[in-house]
């Protein structure tokens, strides 16, 4: 089966930093993503990680354990305009890999207050 | 110079209707996708297609129907609208072989009266 797990809502403060969990049971792995979604718009990508360890690009650091089955998107140096919804993704490498769709997560949506 | 674009951005319609969403990627992508977002923002698979050859067709009911007339191009219609319809369907496009991130469409807000 395929399950992907991440919290439902976080708040925090501007300036402090926050860590998004997910953790994911598929049938096969080729790849994880986190999505960035303001409400009422779409989906914008923010990173990816296939090896285990940290990628981190700006502000924004995502980690992976692929034994685990579990990541985590760490935003530094929160602001105002990083309230939105998160959503974790995995690629099923399984499916044909020219149209490989990603499972997502239900998403996490952070509010940020000042 | 937009990437993904869709339209309408928004459609309200009646049971029973039939109607069609498009799309078009402007960004030279193979693989084209369409995803189901629920009222409890759950983003779904429904279909994939690439170079115009459908790939992935998930448990989606046979009233919808995609069509890719090329592959820069993803139209979806929906027969005989039910209520359940009701959601924000997004196009996405994506080029195999290197990380391969899916760009998204704006949305279309489909509501079923």
């Known amino acids: 089966g395929q399950n992907i797990d991440q919290p439902t809502e976080m708040t925090a403060t501007e300036g402090a930093i926050v860590q998004i969990n997910c953790t994911y049971q598929t049938s096969g792995f080729n790849g994880l993503f986190w999505y960035q979604q303001h409400a009422g718009e779409a989906p914008t990508f923010l990173s990816y990680n296939v090896l285990d360890g940290l990628e981190e690009k700006g502000r924004f650091s995502s980690f992976l354990s692929r034994s685990k089955g579990y990541s985590y998107l760490l935003l530094k140096e929160l602001q105002m305009k990083d309230s939105a919804s998160y959503l974790c993704a995995v690629r099923d490498s399984h499916q044909n890999q020219a149209g490989t769709a990603l499972i997502f997560g239900k998403g996490t949506t952070l509010s940020v207050s000042s | 110079d937009t990437a993904v674009s869709q339209t309408p951005k928004y459609l309200v319609t009646q049971m029973g209707n039939d109607k069609s969403i498009k799309c078009e990627q402007n960004l030279g992508h193979d693989t084209m996708y369409w995803y189901k977002q629920d009222s409890k923002k759950f983003l779904k698979i429904m279909f994939s297609y690439n170079n115009k050859e459908l790939i992935i067709n998930e448990t989606v009911p046979n009233r919808f129907s995609p069509k890719s007339p090329d592959k820069a191009h993803l139209n979806l219609h929906i027969n005989s609208l039910e209520l359940g319809d009701s959601a924000v369907y997004f196009c996405?496009?994506?080029?195999?072989?290197?990380?391969?991130?899916?760009?998204f469409g704006p949305g279309t807000r489909l509501t079923v009266t």
């Open positions: 996405a496009s994506s080029q195999p072989g290197q990380i391969y991130e899916q760009y």
